[in-house]
């Protein structure tokens, strides 16, 4: 039974080092407010349709929540309102509205922007970082609910995977369509301790 207990509390020890070793630095004790915005950001499906996105936010992950207000982003940049713009591969609209954040899914912060990438910007707000976010939507055409779906932002401040591309996709869920290839985008995450 001892050594049962033993290796118990050395589990325990581990598990809980191992989730403390993912916590960001700048998390801080408190509830960390992470605000998102992406600017007019483009990318494709499969068949060469495209949809062109742009949208602000903020959300937390403990506990989770989500909305669309985020004032550190709209004193830094400016107001980005919500929209969508749906074209087909001749580029005639098909579709174009608003979209609602509903529900966080995941984040993975790549941490806060280094020195080097703010003198490339010429400054970036106290807070900036890179990251990955992808969220629950609800797209929205005259105000009336047509779809939802799953968007993915990603910022490549910080010190993101090789592989990842700045993007901001959209899978446009029980339909098959899925802008899943990034071809432009522009995006900032701020994270602030409340």
């Known amino acids: 039974m001892r050594r049962m207990w033993s290796l118990l509390v050395a589990s325990a020890l581990a598990i809980g080092y191992v989730l403390l070793a993912d916590v960001p630095a700048n998390a801080g004790f ?7 915005g992406s600017f007019p950001s ?47 591969a001749q580029g ?20 806060p922007a280094t020195e080097e990438q703010n003198a490339e910007f010429g400054g970036l707000p106290p807070g900036t970082e890179g990251g990955k976010l992808r969220m629950k939507v609800t797209l929205l055409v005259g105000g009336e609910d047509v779809a939802d779906g799953v968007i993915t932002i990603v910022c490549l401040l910080g010190e993101p995977p090789a592989n990842a591309e700045e993007a901001m996709l959209l899978l446009v869920q029980d339909t098959g369509v899925n802008f899943n290839r990034a071809f432009s985008g522009d995006n900032v995450f701020i994270r602030h301790v409340d």
């Open 30 to 36: 408190g509830t960390a407010t992470v605000e998102f």
């Open 42 to 88: 483009v990318s494709r499906a499969d068949n060469g349709d495209t949809v062109e996105l742009a949208g602000e936010g903020s959300f937390t992950l403990q506990p989770k929540s989500i909305n669309g207000v985020a004032p550190r982003i709209a004193e830094a940049f400016g107001d980005v309102p919500r929209t969508f713009i749906h074209r087909d």
């Open 92 to 111: 005639d609209v098909l579709a174009q509205g608003t979209w609602e954040p509903n529900a966080v899914l995941s984040y993975q912060s790549f941490g």
